[in-house]
């Protein structure tokens, strides 16, 4: 039986994964004569850029996540299908689906790869538990319940007559995630707890932001960071680079023989590639992405393109195309042309990156910015991140709910969503209390 | 060491659960001589009477939930903690935390017992795994994620080919909460899904709503549980009275011989008191409700009130307070002024309930009322509801968004909180897929 969705005759187009470059290859594909399936292990796309002021508590969930069926209701030839993807079969041009529900094979004629990027512990995978980072809403609002509970284990300690733990927030890796987490905790340590708060005082709570490298955000140019680093330290944050971490454990970041306690651990420090590249068989670098092809396909399958985080593409200028939005946006809506192209017998084109610029916000009012060859910082820099964080957010009516919500806690300090819920499976894990080194 | 909120000489208050009637009790202590410590299990204040609209992916928890430290930031002799009670000791006065933190006793001069209800099996606790009800946050985004499972485990079916389980969505109890859920389902599923899906009709699911009495909505008039049971189907919600459940498992729900086979299956049926009553070791009702005296206090302890759905209290005409809101907030108010009037010396009054009336909402404008001897029905009933519970949410904040969320959800039928979200521990006893009887 042929799924109602599905035309005889025209060619089948599978999407993996609805991040962005997954879901701007379906939006592309949307009036194109195929029929699209794309499939995600979540029911949402989520606005990564955002996630870290879900784990802060500014934004919900819902405000920066949307449903990939409520997106691309529009489209009439594109089935969203939630599953896993366990495998491919690149000869018989299959994906295999095996997971909670029934297994299932899609057949395709193109594919999209878009799964995108995890978490790297480089070779210390039980550090993760003890040191989550930021990729999903679970990751998000995990996060946040870690740092909610540092504060309420500290007042309970001293409401009691005791020594509380050293309220230690411990950011490891200065790139634009950490930088984001640690002035995010410094606005809501500093600022709005301490209304709430009758034994401890949120503002003694000590922000260590540790960097590997020799400077924060590596990834910008020299001044930028050197702007930064002011920044963050006029906001209180201890900055630390040149600082390897060497080993995690609960409550303790050890930096060489220095031991640090912390109350919560936070890891902005590496990506790696989804593990579906390796499920390709096909070449990958040494972070797990796929080696591809300048019309993003991958050598001998001019049907399979691999796209966003899970590519590494080169420029014309022989550098890497960056893991970030702006490229993994380009990258789907390119993988999607050249499938119209091809349909249409036109031959293939060579992608290339265009850079807009790039962004990183610090915390209230900060942040730093690259557009071309003019370097800003600051407020300025700011309302820049501000107004294109909020023009490419997901649909309308997140934009503006996310704008009311950043008024509100804008000018009434008021983080709203300051809600610890159910830990689930993750409980075990967890100690609010760090130990001194 | 004296905790800095503390004041010698001030007699202490302490307060278990934030509730309504604990949260109303602290409010109405803001400003009296005295110390208040306010315990709950949760960080947050949980606005109950519109979990299911959480539940149903209307609003986000955010918007119905707010951290007990805000809702009381402004009350100075106010300390919240978050903690787990595990026992008492009436003679010494303590109160025993012991939780994930260090254990701690709290010694109490007053103290208000509010620690609520949870729900009831009726000596089958293995069914709540396989049905949840619906009390907190996390019951739901659990019930929100099964309603949306069962959504894309059919499309995800029909797409393959094979027979997809049937959609039958079984609400067991046809109380408040059993007629909202089924409401809401049948908003959910007739209206805005079907844009979205491209293989199944969320339409063609059921949703039955099984009652054991003889009507719906018990505790209310017969001529409103007749407009209630004529609204529903309307709606084309099976609705079955005297229909009692004899079994549930995974997938099928039984009705004496018959099996009714069920994608999800939600529980109303019935509440019992927090395990706190029976750990008083005071007379408790056989729902494990504390019988207290006419000043809601517990016999031999004048000092100790327990209020909300906790207590078991009597009206004037013998019957019993209802387990409602409204009058869990009459109570922590009443317990407040009690406290305050001992501390002045004056003698004790005997609580009475004052009934406002009732309201039950069916579905999007649908609703029946009972407000003194008017009974109102259908749209207008609904307005009230609608105007009546934006009036008593907590926080402006909630109130304006919950507000436009509605209005939103109103005029666009779009329900944009619809995200499934890790499911934690409770994974392992999920099963979309029904069984057929």
Do not use: C
Not at 152 to 169: Q, V, Y
Not at 289 to 317: C, M, W, Y
Not at 344 to 362: M, N, Q, V
């Amino acid at each position: 039986m042929l799924p109602m969705t599905q035309h005889v005759n025209r060619p089948r187009v599978v999407v993996i994964g609805a991040g962005f470059a997954g879901l701007n290859a379906a939006k592309a594909l949307a009036n194109a004569p195929v029929d699209v399936t794309v499939v995600d292990r979540k029911n949402h796309h989520t606005f990564q850029p955002l996630l870290y002021q879900v784990a802060l508590a500014v934004l919900s969930p819902a405000e920066i996540a949307s449903p990939v069926r409520s997106v691309l209701h529009r489209a009439a030839n594109t089935e969203v299908l939630l599953g896993e993807v366990t495998g491919f079969d690149l000869q018989k041009r299959l994906v295999h689906l095996d997971d909670r529900l029934d297994p299932l094979d899609l057949p395709y004629d193109y594919l999209i790869v878009a799964a995108g990027a995890t978490h790297a512990y480089f070779g210390h995978p039980e550090w993760e538990a003890i040191a989550p980072g930021l990729k999903t809403l679970e990751d998000a609002t995990e996060i946040r319940r870690r740092i909610l509970m540092a504060f309420e284990t500290a007042e309970r300690e001293l409401f009691a007559g005791r020594t509380p733990p050293p309220l230690n927030f411990v950011v490891v890796g200065a790139g634009p995630t950490g930088v984001e987490l640690a002035g995010a905790i410094s606005d809501i340590a500093g600022r709005h707890l301490t209304k709430e708060f009758r034994s401890i005082d949120p503002r003694q709570s000590r922000i260590i932001l540790l960097e590997g490298g020799p400077r924060v955000l590596p990834a910008y140019p020299e001044d930028l960071s050197a702007s930064a680093e002011r920044q963050l330290k006029e906001m209180g944050i201890e900055v630390r680079t040149n600082a390897m971490v060497t080993n995690i454990e609960a409550g303790v970041v050890s930096v060489g023989k220095e031991k640090i306690p912390a109350s919560v651990i936070l890891w902005g420090a590496g990506v790696s590639a989804s593990s579906l590249g390796r499920m390709l068989g096909v070449p990958t670098d040494k972070a797990g992405r796929v080696i591809v092809q300048p019309d993003l396909t991958v050598p001998e399958h001019p049907e399979v393109f691999v796209t966003g985080d899970l590519a590494s593409a080169k420029r014309h200028n022989g550098q890497p195309v960056p893991g970030v939005a702006p490229a993994a946006i380009q990258m789907g809506k390119f993988a999607a042309r050249q499938i119209k192209r091809s349909v249409a017998g036109k031959p293939r084109e060579k992608f290339e990156y265009l850079d807009k610029g790039s962004l990183a916000t610090i915390g209230r009012s900060r942040a730093v910015g690259e557009l071309g060859k003019i370097h800003i910082s600051g407020f300025f820099a700011w309302l820049a991140w501000l107004f294109i964080h909020l023009l490419f957010l997901i649909g309308f009516r997140n934009r503006l709910f996310v704008m009311i919500e950043w008024a509100w806690a804008y000018l009434t300090y008021n983080h709203s969503a300051r809600l610890i819920t159910d830990p689930g499976e993750k409980e075990q894990v967890e100690n609010p209390k760090a130990k001194a080194g």
